[in-house]
C-alpha cells in the first residue's frame, strides 16, 4: 500500500508563499505522475499541477506563473512552490500520484489526505 504524507501547508496573507511536500511512501513504488488537486469550500476538486517523470509540469490557468511544481524521483516526492498566494487558492490540497508497487503491478491512484492552506487578504 502506498502512502502520499503530506506537508506545508498553513495560514498566510495575501502575496506570501508556502511550499508543499508530498512523498509516496512504501516498500517499493514507482510513482509515474505526481501532483497537487486543491478543492475549495463548496467547490469540487480540481487540478492544480501534474507531471510525469520526466515531463513537463502542468498548471491549471489560475496558477500559471505564480505555482511551481518540482519532482525528486529518487524520493518519490513532489514539490508545489506557491507564491503571490491569493485568497481565492484558500482550500485543501491533495497530494496524487499514479503509481506501481511492483514490476507486474498496474498502476493505481493514490490520494494523500490534504493540507490546509487560507489565505487572508
Known amino acids: 500500500q502506498v502512502q502520499l504524507v503530506e506537508s506545508g501547508g498553513g495560514l498566510v496573507q495575501a502575496g506570501e508563499s508556502l511550499r508543499l511536500s508530498c512523498v509516496a511512501s512504501?516498500?517499493?513504488?514507482?510513482?509515474?505522475?505526481m501532483g497537487w488537486h486543491r478543492q475549495a469550500p463548496g467547490k469540487q476538486r480540481e487540478l492544480v499541477a501534474t507531471g510525469t517523470r520526466n515531463g513537463r509540469p502542468v498548471y491549471a490557468d489560475s496558477v500559471k506563473g505564480r505555482f511551481t511544481l518540482s519532482r525528486d524521483n529518487s524520493k518519490n516526492a513532489v514539490y508545489l512552490e506557491m507564491n503571490s498566494l491569493q485568497p481565492e487558492d484558500t482550500g485543501v490540497y491533495y497530494c496524487?500520484?499514479?503509481?506501481?508497487?511492483?514490476?507486474?503491478?498496474?498502476?493505481?491512484?493514490?490520494w494523500g489526505q490534504g493540507t490546509q492552506v487560507t489565505v487572508s487578504s
Open positions: 512504501a516498500k517499493w513504488v514507482t510513482a509515474n505522475t
Open positions: 496524487h500520484a499514479r503509481a506501481r508497487t511492483g514490476f507486474a503491478s498496474p498502476e493505481q491512484d493514490y
